[in-house]
């Protein structure tokens, strides 16, 4: 079954199931690398004063924060940062935040995470005469930015073949090439410092990887396994224990999907609601009991992001009820939503539940200032959403004030009075890409599941069998089957016991988010599922996680 799984996923040799770290590809292969080294070199030679720009997500906070450890391990005395608040200054390396940036008097700027189309930003950063190292993996503008350095996989003529690298994989690989160039100009010994084993890193780029939703090629599930590999062992930082600690999740245990759905979030409510500095903050800190307090911290923020994403996807529900296209019931192809009231920090996390609940590319935005708008959107496969967001401005030169961003999610910027023109713009594009089939929402399944097959040995093999996530998706089954009970819990989840028709052999499952509204208990229903091992009170079984049921 598992040879089935990866034969689905098209793995065709053994190697691209080996996670050694002789498996990553070479840092050396990243164009800019001999100059990003050449630049830290200098600075650590000459004890220069190093600045961090991050990013305020949980990519950018774990990128910021393996950063600032591996230059400090390397002997860097005065290693600090700055992470933009996204209400006041926005996203990237603007000129407003090198002046910020500038109060510091650093002599190297450094992007996690952003920078590739900080032109304005660059060139106030050399008036100044601040160096700038940029460090990112989102997609180039037509016009570079002047840096003295740009390390970027997504760069013209860049050969590094994982073009899949999040930030925080990005600035681990330029610390691996510094490792390299001063193990090579004998710093170390001349020093007297330890050479570091930059691999005690990897669990601050398992947890960006995956909270970035980033493909997971080959060389990025190296990454993250090496990075889960090291949690479990109970071999990470202080601040990645007390998030998984405050998630309530087990260590020893702990998977892919853990990380994106228990601490990621976690993190990422800091750069919503107030600073991701307290994220990173966390993720730099070694005392326990200090991480744990601010970890409880960013648990308190998820909760109140919660509440808030709640309460705006019902208002955009019914928003979406209400909307018209020509005089019909047909939503647009590309969606746009806008609300003054909602909150400007969790429109990601909307246009990510309409896009799920409406299975079309779709764009949140919340107010910026009296005339401006900010958006976030997320898309389907089969639409780059950068790349129409491109063509989108080049058919209307001035309509977007900024964008960027990846093939799946970007950001944007408009006038407010703009926002009509814009959506019926986007709606046009979305519909030169994707046809009214590829707008209905398709699950993958791997086939059906014998009731035999239905073990716990099953799901514990598949669970090891991963890193799951974006592109190497974790596997999922469907049948029809008989359902022996069924009840509500926590208000909200379906909770039911089913068997295959004719056969005895019962299986415990939940369906999170999802109440049968039928009038008639289910009787019997066609289910798509994961295999999951459920844990209680030290004993282990299996439980089937329902993506979707219909009753039959």
């Not at 510091?104 to 160096?131: F, W």
């Not at 004998?186 to 005690?200: M, V």
């Not at 396994?225 to 998030?243: D, F, T, Y």
């Not at 229903?525 to 439980?543: C, F, T």
Request: proline share 4%; aromatic share 6%; with cysteine.
């Amino acid at each position: 079954m598992v040879a089935r799984v990866y034969a689905a996923r098209k793995i065709k040799r053994a190697e691209e199931l080996q996670y050694g770290l002789e498996q990553l590809q070479p840092p050396s292969a990243l164009s800019g690398m001999q100059q990003a080294t050449q630049l830290l070199s200098d600075a650590l030679q000459k004890q220069q004063r190093i600045l961090f720009v991050a990013d305020f997500d949980a990519d950018g906070a774990t990128s910021c924060a393996l950063g600032v450890r591996a230059l400090r391990l390397m002997g860097a005395q005065d290693v600090r940062y700055v992470v933009p608040n996204r209400f006041e200054f926005g996203y990237g390396l603007t000129p407003e935040i090198v002046n910020v940036a500038a109060q510091q008097q650093p002599d190297l700027i450094i992007t996690v995470d952003n920078g590739i189309s900080s032109v304005e930003g660059v060139a106030r950063a050399k008036q100044l005469g601040i160096q700038v190292l940029i460090t990112d993996h989102h997609l180039p503008g037509a016009l570079l930015p002047a840096a003295d350095a740009i390390v970027n996989p997504n760069q013209p003529g860049d050969e590094f073949s994982s073009k899949h690298l999040a930030g925080v994989g990005v600035i681990f690989y330029v610390m691996l090439a510094l490792r390299t160039q001063l193990r090579t100009t004998g710093w170390f010994a001349q020093k007297n410092i330890p050479e570091p084993n930059l691999a005690q890193l990897l669990d601050l780029v398992a947890l960006g990887t995956v909270a970035d939703v980033v493909m997971l090629d080959h060389n990025n599930r190296v990454l993250v396994a090496q990075g889960l590999s090291r949690i479990r062992e109970g071999r990470c930082q202080a601040g990645l224990r007390a998030l998984i600690e405050v998630s309530q999740r087990q260590q020893n245990r702990l998977t892919a999907g853990d990380l994106a759905f228990a601490l990621a979030p976690r993190l990422n409510a800091a750069g919503r609601l107030e600073d991701m500095s307290l994220g990173i903050e966390c993720l730099l800190c070694d005392d326990y009991s200090q991480a744990l307090t601010m970890a409880q911290r960013l648990d308190e923020l998820n909760r109140e992001r919660r509440a808030i994403a709640s309460e705006m996807q019902m208002q955009a529900l019914d928003a979406l009820k209400t909307m018209r296209l020509d005089g019909n019931d047909a939503l647009p192809y590309g969606l746009c939503l806008f609300d003054p009231a909602w909150h400007q920090g969790v429109i990601g996390i909307l246009a990510a539940r309409i896009k799920e609940r409406t299975h079309r590319p779709v764009i949140a935005f919340a107010l910026s200032n009296e005339h401006e708008i900010k958006g976030s959107a997320r898309s389907v496969p089969g639409l780059h959403i950068r790349d129409a967001l491109d063509s989108v401005a080049a058919q209307h030169p001035g309509l977007l004030t900024k964008f960027g961003g990846h093939a799946m999610a970007a950001g944007l910027t408009l006038r407010r009075a703009d926002y009509d023109a814009f959506s019926a713009a986007f709606d046009n594009e979305v519909r030169k890409h994707l046809t009214e089939t590829e707008l209905q929402r398709v699950l993958l399944s791997d086939g059906d599941l014998s009731a035999d097959e239905l073990q716990l040995e099953l799901a514990e093999a598949l669970r090891s069998a991963g890193p799951w996530g974006q592109g190497f998706p974790e596997p999922l089954f469907d049948g029809v089957f008989e359902v022996v009970s069924q009840r509500v819990v926590g208000d909200k989840h379906l909770k039911l016991v089913l068997c295959y028709p004719g056969d005895s052999r019962i299986f415990d499952a939940i369906a999170f988010n999802f109440i049968h509204k039928g009038s008639q208990p289910l009787q019997r229903a066609r289910i798509a599922y994961r295999l999951d091992v459920n844990e209680y009170r030290g004993q282990r079984s299996l439980q089937l996680m329902i993506e979707h049921l219909e009753p039959e």
